[in-house]
C-alpha cells in the first residue's frame, strides 16, 4: 500500500503559492554529467539522416543525466506547410499518449498517495456507472497496466453527438476479454481512467494534472488546450477541417472530448519533460517539491506481467510497444511513446532520461520515427562512461541471487506478478526441459549437437538426460570444434561414444555440416552448447550449418539456450564485412554481439532466410545485465583455453590479436589474461597502455614462456591484463587499443598481414594501420552499430 504523505500543493490549498517556481535542467557539458561528447554527436548523424528518408519534419531531441541537460538539438522544420517554419529548441509538440503516463496515471498515483482511491479498488466504486455489462470488477490497476480487458478503442461515431453521449456510450461498452486476463493496450481504458480522477478530485484532469503535477514542477510549457502564446511555436501535425492542426489535439476522440481526454491532448515541449523525468529518477522529488512519495514512484515503476511483456503502472518497459526503448537502456528504464512522434525513456539506473518530440504526422501522416527513437535511446546509453552500480535493496540481491529480467529493485522492494526461480538459481534451457517433461520432443526422433558444456544445474549430461528421457528417443550425436569432451585442439573425427554406443558426427573435421547420411532416421536436431558472447567463437557458426542443415532435410531445430556469459547488454567492435562470411565469422555481427545462442538462432533464422522450424527453450530467471557469475550455474569451461569467466570477459578483444605473430597465453596457466612476444618490451607496453586511460583494467610487465602454440618453449616480454572493474571494462575498446600501441611502438616487429582474419572490418582494420585513435575507430563503426542494435532488437527474448 501506498503511504499516505501529505503533499504540500496536493492537499493544502495555496500553502505553498509563494514559492518560487523551479527552474529547467540546468546546461552543462556531456563530461560533466560522465558522457562522451562524440558519442553523443552520433545523434546529430540519425536525426539527420531520418529527416533525408522522410521520416519526420523535424524534430527536438534531448538527453539529460545526473540533473542535467547535456544534449538538446533542435531539427528540420516544425512546419513545412504552407509554409516553412524553423523548429526550435523550445518548439510545442502534442504529446499524444505520452498523456497517458504523465497526466493521467501520475494524477492516479497522487490521489492514490493521498488515500483517496486504493489501487485495487474496483473502477465502479468511484464511476457507478462503468459497473454494467460485466465491468464491475474491473481494477484501477488492471485499466493502468492495458489488463482490464477494455477494447482498444470505441468507434469514432460513439462522439460525434457529444461529449454526454459519449460517455453514455462508454460506460454501455461490453469486456473485450476477461478482466486481468489479457493485456490490450486501450485508449478507452485511461479515457475511464480520466474521469475517474476528475469524479474523485472534482477537478477535470486538465485542472488536477496542473494544480498537482505541472504547476509545482515549473513546467510552464505543459498543458491540455495550450493558450495562443503556446501554440504560435506549436509543431504542426495534420489538417482537419481544412486547417493546419497546430497546438489542437490531433486525435479524434479526444478532440470530440473537448481536448482534455486521459489517453491523449497534453502539449509540451523539451525541457519540461526533461523536468518530469528528473522529478522521476529521483523519487517523485525535483528542486525541493515533492510531487509524489518515493514509494509512489516504486509501485508505478515496477513491473507488471502484461501478456508477453513488461508495464509499469502508465508506463512501458518491455513490450510489444517498445521498439522505441534503446537497447542499452537497464532493466528499471519505464517510457512510453505517442502516436504523433514523441517518446520519453527515464533510466534511474542510468541516471538518464532522453526525450524525443517530432511532427512525424506532417505534413502527410506518413511518417515513422519508432526506430530512430529506439537508437537515439541506445546512443545515449552508450554514450555514459562511468556506470553506478545496480541497486540492492532485495534480500535475493544481498544474497547474491539471480532475478528474472521482470524482477527490478525499487525502493528496496520488488513488485512483480512474475515470480524467479525459487532459489534464485538460473534455469538453462534443458533444465526447463526436464522441468516441462520433455514436452517439446516427446515421440522425436533426436540428433544431439552438445559437448561438455551442455549439462543441466547439478551437472548431468544432456546426452544422459535425453538417452533415458521417456518418450524421446536419441538417436546420434554431433561434437563441435574441441570434440564432445572439449578436450581436442585439432581436427575432429567421427567416432562412437564409448558411454552410449552411439554414432558422434563430427561437424570439425572433413564436414562442419551435417550431412544427409548423418541425419538419416532423425526428424529433430537439438543444440545445447555454452557460447561465450564473441562471434569468432565457432560454436555459433556450428549452430548455424546445423540449421540450414536441418531447413533443407525438413528437420525441426530445437535451441536450449544458455545465458550470455559476459552479459546480454554490452555490444561493442565493428560488424563483420558482409563478403567476410567464415567459419569465425557466420553472420554480421558485430565482435560482442550481447545475444544468446537462442537469440542469435531466431537472427540466423530470419536474417538468412535459413526457413528452419525452430523452436526455442529459454532461459528462465536470467537478467540480461548479469554475467555467469550471478547465474549459480556450474562453470564448465567451453573450450580447452577458455578456462574462467575472466578469460572469457577478456577474449573478445585480446582472441581478435592471436591471428597476428602475439601470443595471448596459449600454453600457459592463464590464456587471454597475458600476451607477449619475444620481441616485446613488457615495461614499455604496460606503461603505456595504463597511461591511455582504458577504464576498469591495468596492465602489469612480466615475463613468460609457453610451452605450446605460439612460441613455444620461447622467453616472451608481455603483460597482464587485470580486469579492476568489469562493469567498466569493455575488452573491445581495450584490444583495439593494444593494436594501436603495437602498431605504433614495433612497426617492424608486429605483423599485421593477418589482423582481420577475426576482426573481419576493413575499415577498423585501416584505422589501426593508419594511428587513429580508438575513439576515432569507434566514431568509424558506430553507425553500423546502431543499425545492428535495431536489427537485433527485434530477438531479445529476455
Not at 454494467?132 to 478503442?153: A, E, F, M, S, Y
Not at 508505478?300 to 503502472?313: D, Q, V
Not at 531447413?551 to 547488454?569: T, Y
Amino acid at each position: 500500500m501506498i503511504v499516505r504523505t501529505v503533499l504540500c500543493l496536493a492537499l493544502i490549498t495555496g500553502a505553498c503559492a509563494a514559492a518560487e517556481v523551479p527552474p529547467k535542467l540546468p546546461r552543462a557539458a556531456p563530461a560533466q554529467a560522465g558522457m562522451d561528447a562524440t558519442r553523443l554527436a552520433v545523434i546529430d548523424q540519425l536525426v539527420v539522416e531520418g529527416l533525408r528518408r522522410g521520416e519526420m519534419a523535424g524534430a527536438v531531441v534531448l538527453v539529460a543525466r545526473q540533473g542535467r541537460t547535456v544534449y538538446l538539438r533542435a531539427f528540420g522544420h516544425r512546419q513545412v506547410q504552407p509554409a516553412e517554419v524553423a523548429m526550435t529548441t523550445d518548439t510545442v509538440f502534442d504529446l499524444a499518449s505520452l498523456t497517458k503516463p504523465i497526466a493521467t496515471a501520475t494524477s492516479i498515483m497522487h490521489l492514490a498517495a493521498a488515500g483517496r482511491i486504493q489501487l485495487d479498488d474496483p473502477v465502479a466504486k468511484h464511476l457507478p456507472e462503468f459497473a454494467v455489462n460485466g465491468k464491475q470488477d474491473v481494477t484501477i490497476r488492471q485499466l493502468l497496466t492495458h489488463q482490464g480487458g477494455l477494447t482498444p478503442d470505441n468507434a469514432l461515431r460513439d462522439y460525434q453527438d457529444g461529449t454526454e453521449n459519449a460517455w453514455q456510450r462508454i460506460w454501455a461498452l461490453p469486456l473485450s476479454a476477461a478482466a486481468g486476463s489479457r493485456f490490450i493496450y486501450s485508449d478507452v481504458g485511461y479515457i475511464v481512467l480520466g474521469e475517474l480522477v476528475h469524479r474523485v478530485s472534482g477537478t477535470p484532469l486538465d485542472g488536477f494534472s496542473r494544480e498537482h503535477v505541472f504547476g509545482p514542477l515549473g513546467m510552464t510549457e505543459t498543458e491540455f488546450l495550450p493558450n495562443e502564446m503556446l501554440r504560435r511555436r506549436a509543431a504542426a501535425t495534420e489538417q482537419r477541417e481544412g486547417r493546419w492542426m497546430c497546438g489542437e489535439v490531433h486525435d479524434p476522440r479526444a478532440y470530440l472530448l473537448g481536448g482534455v481526454a486521459g489517453h491523449a491532448g497534453l502539449f509540451s515541449t523539451a525541457e519540461d519533460l526533461a523536468v518530469y523525468g528528473r522529478m522521476m529518477s529521483q523519487g517523485g522529488r525535483y528542486a525541493g517539491v515533492q510531487i509524489l512519495p518515493a514509494d509512489a514512484v516504486a509501485q508505478m515503476t515496477a513491473p507488471h506481467c502484461a501478456g508477453e511483456g513488461m508495464r509499469g503502472l502508465g508506463w512501458d518497459m518491455r513490450s510489444g510497444y517498445s521498439s522505441n526503448r534503446g537497447d542499452l537502456l537497464s532493466p528499471r528504464a519505464v517510457g512510453h511513446g505517442g502516436f504523433t512522434g514523441t517518446a520519453i525513456w527515464i533510466d534511474p539506473s542510468l541516471d538518464l532520461v532522453v526525450v524525443f518530440l517530432s511532427n512525424r504526422l506532417h505534413p502527410d501522416g506518413k511518417g515513422t520515427v519508432n526506430p530512430l527513437i529506439g537508437r537515439i535511446g541506445t546512443i545515449a546509453a552508450a554514450a555514459i562512461e562511468t556506470r553506478a552500480a545496480e541497486p540492492s535493496g532485495t534480500a535475493a540481491a544481498a544474497e547474491g541471487k539471480t532475478l528474472t529480467g521482470l524482477d527490478v529493485f525499487a525502493e528496496g522492494r520488488c513488485v512483480s506478478s512474475c515470480e524467479a526461480a525459487a532459489e534464485g538459481k538460473t534455469l538453462t534451457g534443458v533444465d526447463v526441459l526436464v522441468r516441462d517433461g520433455f514436452r517439446p520432443l516427446q515421440g522425436r526422433r533426436v540428433g544431439l549437437i552438445t559437448n561438455q558444456t551442455g549439462v543441466d544445474n547439478t551437472g548431468v549430461s544432456t546426452v544422459e538426460l535425453l538417452q533415458r528421457a521417456e518418450g524421446v528417443q536419441l538417436c546420434a550425436l554431433f561434437s563441435p570444434e574441441h570434440g564432445l569432451q572439449g578436450t581436442l585442439d585439432a581436427k575432429v573425427d567421427d567416432m562412437r561414444d564409448p558411454a552410449t554406443g552411439l554414432p558422434i558426427y563430427s561437424l570439425y573435421g572433413e564436414n562442419r555440416t551435417p550431412t544427409a547420411a548423418s541425419l538419416e532416421g532423425l526428424d529433430t536436431l537439438v543444440f545445447d552448447i555454452q557460447d561465450i558472447g564473441t562471434r569468432f567463437y565457432t560454436y555459433i557458426s556450428t549452430m548455424g550449418n546445423a540449421m540450414r542443415s536441418a531447413a533443407e532435410h525438413k528437420l525441426r531445430f530445437v535451441v536450449l539456450d544458455r545465458p550470455n556469459p559476459i552479459n546480454g547488454i554490452d555490444v561493442e567492435g565493428p560488424i563483420l564485412d558482409d563478403g567476410s562470411q567464415s567459419f569465425v565469422g557466420f553472420h554480421t555481427l558485430p565482435v560482442r554481439h550481447g545475444m544468446t545462442v537462442g537469440e542469435l538462432a531466431a537472427m540466423f533464422n530470419d536474417e538468412l532466410q535459413l526457413g528452419a522450424d525452430l523452436q526455442v527453450i529459454p532461459v528462465e530467471s536470467w537478467r540480461r545485465e548479469d554475467t555467469f557469475d550471478r547465474t549459480g550455474l556450474l562453470w564448465v569451461n567451453p573450450s580447452p583455453n577458455m578456462r574462467s569467466l575472466a578469460q572469457a570477459v577478456l577474449y573478445p578483444g585480446i582472441g581478435l590479436l592471436e591471428t597476428t605473430n602475439l601470443s595471448v597465453g596459449r600454453g600457459t596457466d592463464t590464456p587471454f589474461e597475458v600476451i607477449g612476444a619475444p620481441w616485446l618490451d613488457g615495461i614499455q607496453l604496460a606503461q603505456a597502455l595504463n597511461q591511455s586511460g582504458l577504464a576498469g583494467v591495468r596492465f602489469v610487465p612480466i615475463r613468460f614462456t609457453p610451452n605450446a602454440s605460439k612460441f613455444a618453449g620461447q622467453p616472451c616480454g608481455g603483460v597482464n591484463v587485470v580486469v579492476i572493474d568489469r562493469s567498466r571494462f569493455r575488452p573491445v575498446r581495450t584490444g583495439m587499443e593494444i593494436a594501436r600501441h603495437l602498431h605504433q611502438l614495433y612497426p617492424q616487429d608486429w605483423e599485421t598481414k593477418r589482423l582481420n582474419g577475426l576482426l573481419s572490418g576493413r575499415r577498423a582494420l585501416e584505422a589501426v594501420l593508419a594511428g587513429e585513435t580508438v575513439d576515432a575507430m569507434e566514431a568509424g563503426w558506430a553507425c553500423e552499430l546502431q543499425d545492428f542494435l535495431h536489427r537485433r532488437s527485434r530477438f531479445l527474448r529476455y
